[in-house]
């Protein structure tokens, strides 16, 4: 017989504090799609993600009736679209995108990555088409988001990729100026790209996984701020530690909650389950934001010293607790704060407490990095560059993955509001204190040789 | 025993069997009395008394009054009048109801449906007819309820059932019906299939849950 009080609990987080999953992600390796002819490999490759997703989203709505729980994003991530167009041009990205853009849509998935360029250590043609062709495909495809790896622990910083990255991030946002630059919300520039993210944008299929794969991302930051609050509000005097185990034993609760609806999809698709990725995903909602976390936690402002250390403290809670509830655990794994993304994070932003320096640290002890950011219209491509290379050195050195997805508005101006509507959220256009002076440094190229922590064989 | 805080409680059938299921003299035994320490006890060693080995039990406590149901097999004959006597004579005059009957059923016991165990839980205001109309809208469905708890707090209340579904019955209608019904009388229902609460409050791995289900 199960507890009442169990029962109670668990109704109560499922209802009342946003508990859900926030994505089942199918990946689907492309490799064998690749024929003679681009428009040939673009219908191979949406034809399998046809067949092999078809049952994705009907599934996935049968498992969430039956536990009760929401699942709020079905999702597709290919292996990195750079393999399937070696020796191809511009067009043949396009025509491409185009075909995973509208197999997407018919298998009536909300998004579809993969249409990754990993350019860590060198370009291949096909890395280099992919790149080129991103303001194109993201400014004609609804669905399709993309990813730019540059940076490894073990491969260093490829700096000419953060150039060519950063340019086209800009060349995107142009051309997407009648949305506000929202094509540069579709895409990420990763250091450390995990291969089992499930996450958007920058999910991908990496090349060590199976042929198809279910991969799921929890949520839950609604019920880790409700627990906190409990806490106080039965103990107000409770220490750091104390709040460190609520939120460790809750997240157990978020992650297990992650994996029985995985596991279940996986079974009915008849394909294997990947991994739990444990990562606390905020939405603009109130009362499902990872910055009010903070502010239960006693942070007032957001920004404020010691805003690090709680991060810092609610990210390897959320770990201890999610590697305990599973042992299929990866992707991203951590806590995000991307700025448009969570209403009180934004209104940080808004009110000035949270600088882009402050979010710079904070992506030290956390997951993911600078994650849906508004820039002003005129920051320069090396501004951004150097904003790609200061998070792909955190990342590097501290052999974790860090990202970089800003957009620069087109005409925006430092305090102008943004809203881009749904999950994407809304915010304020923000400014690095010293956005140039950089230049000579960036525009030198080459690598940042692999830190030392890189050499451990 | 400890009488429950809160609420109300009864559990409709007990499935807890482990004894001598073989024996020639079986008895099913039945008590109702206001709760107090040692009521268990005093039923108990009356039963033991007779021979008696206790071979299933379920008890509660709802709003201060005990009951329990238990099966006993006995290892020489022995009436139910006799054994109804010897309870009765462990409790003062009037303080315990006590009925006793011949085990019929014979063999394994079997569920009364075969399907998948599922909670209900409503929740709103209380008001007279809630268990009448719910418990007549499942039984119409095929829908065995296994247990169910009531929680009263300020004229709130949660029900919680646990029920078995028949394996035809469609999760998605039954749960839009539900609402329907559970709107009606001014209540929010919740079904879910039972994995989602051991997933969440149980320490085994997921993998083992699913397998459980698999072969349920």
Known sequence: MVDRKDVLSTVRMLREENLDVRTVTLGIHLGDCVRNDPADTAEAAASKIRMKACHLVRICDEIAARYGVAVVNKRIAISPACNLLEGRDVSAALTLASALDKAASDVSVDLIGGFSALAHKGMTPGTRT?????????????????????????????????????????????????????????????????????????????????????????????????????????????????????????????????????????????????????????????????????????????????????????????????????????????????????????????????SLEKLEAMTAVCSVGLDMILLPGDTSPEAIAGLILDEASIGVVNRKTTSVRVIPVPDGKPGERVDFGGLFGAGTICQPVCPDGAETFVNRGGHIPAPIQGLTN | MQSAEHGISMRLVSSTITGNRDSPVRHVISVLISDRVGVLRDITSAVTALGGNIDGISQTVVQGYFTVILTASFSRPCDAETIRSAILKNFAPDEASVVVRPYERAGEAEPTVRGERYILTLNGNDRPGILKTVTSFLAEKGVNIEDWFVEFHAGHVVHVGEITLPAQLDIRQLQTELKRTASALGLESVLQHENIFRATNDIGPIRALLEGSANG
Request: glycine fraction near 10%; aromatic fraction near 4%; hydrophobic fraction near 45%.
């Open chain 1, 130 to 354: 992919v790149i080129e062709s991103l303001p194109d495909v993201l400014s004609t495809t609804q669905r399709l988001c993309a990813s730019i790896n540059v940076a490894t622990t073990h491969a260093g910083v490829h700096v000419d990729a953060v150039l060519l990255a950063a340019r086209q991030i800009v060349r995107t946002a142009l051309a997407t100026r009648s949305r506000r630059g929202f094509g540069a919300a579709k895409l990420t520039v990763f250091a450390n790209m995990p291969e089992d993210n499930p996450f958007m944008a920058g999910a991908v299929l990496g090349p060590g996984e199976p042929e198809c794969v279910v991969n799921v991302g929890v949520s839950g930051p609604g019920v880790i701020k409700r627990a906190v609050e409990r806490l106080l509000l039965a103990r107000p005097k409770s220490s750091l530690d104390e709040i460190a185990d609520e939120i460790k034993h809750t997240a157990y609760r978020v992650t297990r909650t992650g994996e029985l609806v995985g596991r279940e999809v996986a079974k009915r698709l008849g394909v294997p389950f990947g991994v739990v990725d444990l990562s606390l995903a905020p939405t603009p909602r109130v009362g499902d934001s990872v910055g009010e976390i903070y502010h239960a936690m006693g942070i007032e402002k957001l920004g404020a010293p010691g805003t690090t250390a709680a991060v810092a403290l609610l990210n390897d809670a959320v770990k201890k607790g999610g590697s305990f509830a599973s042992s299929s655990v990866g992707g991203l794994s951590g806590a995000f704060i991307p700025l448009m993304e969570d209403h009180a994070l934004s209104r940080a932003a808004a009110d000035g407490t949270l």
